[in-house]
């Protein structure tokens, strides 16, 4: 047998053997799958500041409070964080605030007339919205709700809702130029825009991409609306959800907004209601808002945390 000979059954050899021990370690390499991204919480638990806004703590300590009982959401109110600012504060401390708590502030509740029939005051309404976006903007917010402020009462006149189609596509086109999305918020009470009939239509008749609905569970009562219309609106349309409970003993044409309780504490079909909305490629911020005197007059720490032990329980299973 020649030396060449020799030499290459020496080198078949070892490639023979080297295959046989990398090979099963590649090939079990190459048919592991990359991890499967993870799925986004189905909710996000938030704090509206209206659950405090009795206890008059001011921009700080409602802060400060929401996120010593867990929260990393907040709904806060315009009108706080402008009285802040002529107070001393300023914008450069509201953001160490939020980032010192490690909060993030998810929607603000302004009330800008910005859907009234008069054209002077609605102007103005324009000009108060915009001025509002621009300061949201400068703390992170990226919403800000904007119900039908001013067409609300008894005695407000209807309004065509082309019309109120027309308007909540003036108020998106400042969102574009602020980076701050008008909710369109849907009160039961009001003489406009108290169904969800009626919000989806303005909104899908703006005909603008960013256009969205802020719903509550008592205002979805409150207005004669059915959950099982819920899945109609379209999952994109929801990022901000109001919660709350109300009684048994108390009927839609009767319940006022200080009537709200905390989930779990009366009869409203609130898992339900969150099946419905829920989406499997984002999380839903739920936001509890009530304005009940009761919770009013306790220790504002107290409500805090049972507002967050309230709402852990509702989204519980769902």
Not at 99 to 125: L, T, Y
Not at 155 to 169: C, F, G, N, Q, T
Not at 238 to 257: C, G, K, L, S
Not at 258 to 267: E, H, I, L, W
């Amino acid at each position: 047998m020649s030396q060449s000979v020799t030499r290459r059954q020496t080198l078949a050899t070892i490639t023979a053997a080297l295959g046989t021990s990398l090979s099963p370690a590649v090939a079990s390499s190459a048919a592991i799958p990359p991890p499967a991204p993870m799925a986004p919480a189905p909710f996000a638990l938030c704090l509206n500041m209206s659950t405090l806004r009795g206890h008059k703590l001011g921009f700080v300590k409602e802060l400060e409070t929401a996120s010593k009982a867990g929260f990393q959401h907040v709904e806060i109110w315009i009108e706080t964080l402008q009285q802040y600012i002529k107070s001393g504060g300023t914008v450069a401390d509201a953001r160490k605030v939020l980032s010192d708590q490690g909060i993030r502030v998810e929607n603000a509740i302004g009330f800008a007339p910005w859907i009234i029939d008069d054209d002077a005051k609605r102007a103005q309404g324009l000009d108060q919205m915009k001025r509002e976006m621009e300061l949201l903007a400068q703390i992170g917010c990226k919403r800000v709700a904007t119900p039908s402020i001013g067409a609300q009462t008894p005695d407000s006149p209807s309004i065509d809702l082309k019309k109120a189609a027309e308007r909540y596509r003036a108020i998106l086109e400042l969102g574009d130029q602020t980076g701050v999305v008008p909710q369109l918020e849907m009160w039961g009470f009001s003489k406009n825009l108290s169904r969800l009939s009626e919000v989806m239509y303005v909104a899908i008749e703006t005909g603008h991409p960013s256009a969205r609905l802020l719903l509550d569970i008592y205002h979805i009562f409150k207005g004669g609306t059915s959950i099982d219309s819920l899945p109609l609106v379209g999952k994109p349309a929801i990022e901000v959800f109001h919660v709350n409970d109300y009684p048994a003993n108390m009927t839609r044409e009767v319940i006022t907004d200080a009537d709200r309780v905390y989930p779990g504490d009366g009869v409203a079909p609130i898992k339900e209601t969150l099946k419905r909305i829920k989406d499997p490629n984002k999380s839903i911020i739920v936001s509890l808002e009530v304005f009940n005197k009761n919770y009013y007059a306790q220790d504002a720490m107290t409500v805090a945390k049972t507002s967050m032990d309230k709402m852990k329980k509702m989204v519980a299973g769902v």
